[in-house]
């Protein structure tokens, strides 16, 4: 058995700091970490790894620096690693992100699960697990707090908004993961050592077949053509010490002033 | 035939059309006044539901009803096919759906289909009055910056929307509109997804993104037990308990209450954050409440910073004080 888990490297959210002055993000000089999410998709096939006996892939789309990414899953106990670099795949949005990834598994596989975090912390659309599913014609889903795998299929629990939905779906297909599947593990050292020396398979737009113009930023259906910064409306009110009473005053006056209390 | 109208992807949950869809239905109507297209709202469902001509009075001209018993438990690879059957059958200009676990779902399936773009989770929408494009605004990299989207040379433009974002007016009873049911071929309604039940969970934790008040608790509660005083002032208000992710990681609260970019963006009337020192992390899900209320002992907390009614002090002291205020207002 055989799994692909598709990784994202993203900003360490955790060091980003406000620019008290201008009020924008300060992003100079950032770390980046594997999404978070996509840490519990690789762990979800770690564990299988050690009960079951599967290969474990991760894949990524990125700049060459992100293969600290794919070192870092190396690290964590996955077989093998592949990076989809080429300078044409440069301002992908989903859509163009999805077909480079359902591209690149087709050319490795076949696999018979993908696994992959709900959603990333930059970009918070959740949109890529589902496109590349489609795209590669499998069966997902999404939202998923547990799975277990049978020979031919896999059961999963999805975590909604009204409650926890169960459905099975056969193999091969594409699960998100969200972060109460499991705990991830730490990187051991003899991990690390292996992950240093090992060696990533990279591909191009080129050895994937994708004719550059249908890729990256000219192969995005979306654009950005804005980008601009909230005006803080906020005023805030600050009450302490002895005038918390008042704080408090003025707490039971907004929840009046919203109707959400003397109804 | 061109794209034109706009189709809205409307959720119906245990029977009954959720307030989103009428959101979305009524924002719809006016993005369509622009150019006096149609609106058209899809409900697909089994047996039940309220009544789908009620979409009508809040702005659809037509309600397209998919009735079948596959439509009963959530089958995201039924429900995205249907809607791109209904999206080749109608050829809309645009096509909204919730931000919501299910319009997160079958959105991207659809678009990935169809090979068109989709944004998600917008807080703004708007046509452009020089070439009719949808601008589509929705919050990036820790809900500090916003980033306007175009989708110039795909049809259709599709979105999904943050769920509370605009308002919904009262309905118009006298509109007119009609109710037209979906054929919906049976190669569609069969799946490879086989849905095996759901266990409703009522109650406070998961549905926070739904909810008019959500009182949430971060590093500062210490412990499971303080969040005992956060339900009561949530029931009092009738409102759900949200965490930051040093509560959920501390395991002191489940992560379905996690508010923030690795859990959920919620947009309350009215939040509450007790003992949250307010990370870009956190204050990213909740850049769309009303009305921010941060109870912190650090007058230097981040989350002041946002609040718009800071109560700087012991939480242990001020969390019971807000309890019997509302209390006492209650009994008025």
């Given at each position: 058995?055989?799994?692909?888990?598709?990784?994202?490297?993203?900003?360490?959210?955790?060091?980003?700091?406000?620019?008290?002055?201008?009020?924008?993000?300060?992003?100079?000089?950032?770390?980046t970490i594997i999404n978070p999410l996509d840490l519990h998709a690789l762990?979800?096939?770690?564990?299988?790894?050690?009960?079951?006996?599967?290969?474990?892939?991760?894949?990524?789309?990125?700049?060459?620096?992100?293969?600290?990414?794919?070192?870092?899953?190396?690290?964590?106990?996955?077989?093998?690693?592949?990076?989809?670099?080429?300078?044409?795949?440069?301002?992908?949005?989903?859509?163009?992100?999805?077909?480079?990834?359902?591209?690149?598994?087709?050319?490795?596989?076949?696999?018979?699960?993908?696994?992959?975090?709900?959603?990333?912390?930059?970009?918070?659309?959740?949109?890529?697990?589902?496109?590349?599913?489609?795209?590669?014609?499998?069966?997902?889903?999404?939202?998923?707090?547990?799975?277990?795998?049978?020979?031919?299929?896999?059961?999963?629990?999805?975590?909604?908004?009204?409650?926890?939905?169960?459905?099975?779906?056969?193999?091969?297909?594409?699960?998100?993961?969200?972060?109460?599947?499991?705990?991830?593990?730490?990187?051991?050292?003899?991990?690390?050592?292996?992950?240093?020396?090992?060696?990533?398979?990279?591909?191009?737009?080129?050895?994937?077949?994708?004719?550059?113009?249908?890729?990256?930023?000219?192969?995005?259906?979306?654009?950005?053509?804005?980008?601009?910064?909230?005006?803080?409306?906020?005023?805030?009110?600050?009450?302490?010490?002895?005038?918390?009473?008042?704080?408090?005053?003025?707490?039971?006056?907004?929840?009046?002033?919203?109707?959400?209390?003397?109804? | 035939?061109?794209?034109?109208?706009?189709?809205?992807?409307?959720?119906?949950?245990?029977?009954?059309?959720?307030?989103?869809?009428?959101?979305?239905?009524?924002?719809?109507?006016?993005?369509?006044?622009?150019?006096?297209?149609?609106?058209?709202?899809?409900?697909?469902?089994?047996?039940?539901?309220?009544?789908?001509?009620?979409?009508?009075?809040?702005?659809?001209?037509?309600?397209?009803?998919?009735?079948?018993?596959?439509?009963?438990?959530?089958?995201?690879?039924?429900?995205?096919?249907?809607?791109?059957?209904?999206?080749?059958?109608?050829?809309?200009?645009?096509?909204?759906?919730?931000?919501?676990?299910?319009?997160?779902?079958?959105?991207?399936?659809?678009?990935a289909v169809i090979g068109t773009g989709l944004t998600a989770d917008c807080?703004?929408?708007?046509?452009?009055?020089?070439?009719?494009?949808?601008?589509?605004?929705?919050?990036?990299?820790?809900?500090?910056?916003?980033?306007?989207?175009?989708?110039?040379?795909?049809?259709?433009?599709?979105?999904?929307?943050?769920?509370?974002?605009?308002?919904?007016?009262?309905?118009?009873?006298?509109?007119?509109?009609?109710?037209?049911?979906?054929?919906?071929?049976?190669?569609?309604?069969?799946?490879?997804?086989?849905?095996?039940?759901?266990?409703?969970?009522?109650?406070?934790?998961?549905?926070?993104?739904?909810?008019?008040?959500?009182?949430?608790?971060?590093?500062?509660?210490?412990?499971?037990?303080?969040?005992?005083?956060?339900?009561?002032?949530?029931?009092?208000?009738?409102?759900?308990?949200?965490?930051?992710?040093?509560?959920?990681?501390?395991?002191?609260?489940?992560?379905?209450?996690?508010?923030?970019?690795?859990?959920?963006?919620?947009?309350?009337?009215?939040?509450?954050?007790?003992?949250?020192?307010?990370?870009?992390?956190?204050?990213?899900?909740?850049?769309?409440?009303?009305?921010?209320?941060?109870?912190?002992?650090?007058?230097?907390?981040?989350?002041?910073?946002?609040?718009?009614?800071?109560?700087?002090?012991?939480?242990?002291?001020?969390?019971?004080?807000?309890?019997?205020?509302?209390?006492?207002?209650?009994?008025?």
């Open positions: 058995m055989r799994i692909a888990v598709l990784l994202k490297q993203v900003p360490d959210t955790d060091e980003v700091r406000i620019d008290e002055t201008k009020g924008v993000l300060v992003r100079e000089g950032l770390g762990e979800a096939a770690l564990l299988l790894k050690r009960s079951r006996g599967v290969s474990v892939t991760a894949l990524t789309m990125g700049p060459s620096q992100a293969d600290v990414a794919l070192r870092e899953a190396l690290a964590l106990g996955a077989d093998d690693a592949i990076l989809l670099c080429d300078p044409s795949f440069a301002g992908s949005d989903t859509w163009a992100t999805a077909r480079a990834l359902s591209t690149a598994l087709s050319a490795s596989g076949p696999y018979d699960l993908i696994l992959a975090g709900e959603k990333a912390t930059d970009g918070e659309t959740g949109q890529v697990g589902p496109e590349t599913a489609v795209m590669c014609k499998l069966p997902f889903s999404t939202y998923v707090s547990f799975f277990s795998v049978s020979d031919d299929s896999v059961t999963v629990r999805r975590t909604v908004e009204d409650g926890i939905e169960t459905q099975q779906l056969p193999l091969p297909c594409l699960l998100t993961v969200l972060r109460d599947i499991n705990e991830p593990s730490m990187p051991a050292l003899s991990g690390k050592m292996r992950a240093r020396r090992a060696h990533i398979r990279e591909m191009d737009a080129g050895s994937l077949g994708l004719d550059p113009s249908t890729v990256g930023l000219s192969g995005s259906p979306t654009r950005v053509v804005r980008i601009f910064y909230p005006k803080v409306t906020r005023k805030t009110e600050l009450f302490s010490g002895k005038e918390i009473d008042s704080g408090v005053g003025r707490f039971v006056e907004a929840l009046r002033e919203r109707s959400l209390i003397g109804r | 035939m061109s794209w034109r109208g706009i189709l809205v992807i409307g959720e119906v949950r245990s029977g009954a059309i959720q307030p989103a869809t009428m959101e979305l239905t009524a924002k719809a109507r006016v993005l369509a006044d622009a150019d006096g297209s149609k609106v058209t709202t899809l409900l697909m469902f089994d047996d039940i539901v309220s009544d789908p001509k009620e979409c009508i009075g809040y702005g659809a001209d037509t309600v397209v009803f998919a009735c079948a018993p596959a439509f009963g438990l959530f089958n995201q690879d039924i429900q995205y096919r249907t809607v791109v059957h209904l999206i080749e059958k109608i050829r809309p200009a645009i096509v909204l759906a919730s931000a919501t676990s299910a319009g997160r779902t079958i959105m991207p399936a659809a678009a807080t703004g929408l708007e046509i452009d009055p020089e070439n009719g494009d949808l601008l589509q605004t929705r919050p990036a990299i820790g809900g500090n910056v916003m980033a306007t989207i175009r989708t110039s040379d795909h049809r259709p433009q599709m979105a999904t929307v943050r769920p509370r974002t605009f308002p919904i007016p009262d309905p118009d009873q006298k509109r007119k509109g009609k109710a037209e049911r979906l054929d919906v071929p049976p190669e569609i309604l069969q799946s490879r997804v086989l849905p095996m039940g759901i266990e409703i969970q009522e109650g406070e934790g998961s549905n926070i993104q739904d909810m008019d008040v959500v009182v949430s608790g971060g590093k500062g509660m210490a412990r499971t037990e303080s969040f005992g005083m956060l339900h009561e002032l949530a029931s009092l208000l009738g409102g759900g308990i949200g965490a930051s992710r040093a509560a959920v990681d501390n395991r002191w609260i489940g992560y379905p209450h996690q508010v923030g970019l690795s859990g959920k963006a919620v947009s309350p009337k009215v939040y509450i954050a007790a003992g949250i020192s307010g990370s870009v992390q956190h204050l990213a899900g909740i850049q769309t409440a009303g009305y921010i209320v941060a109870v912190n002992k650090d007058p230097d907390a981040s989350i002041f910073r946002v609040a718009d009614l800071a109560l700087c002090g012991d939480l242990f002291e001020i969390v019971p004080k807000m309890i019997e205020a509302v209390k006492r207002e209650t009994e008025k």
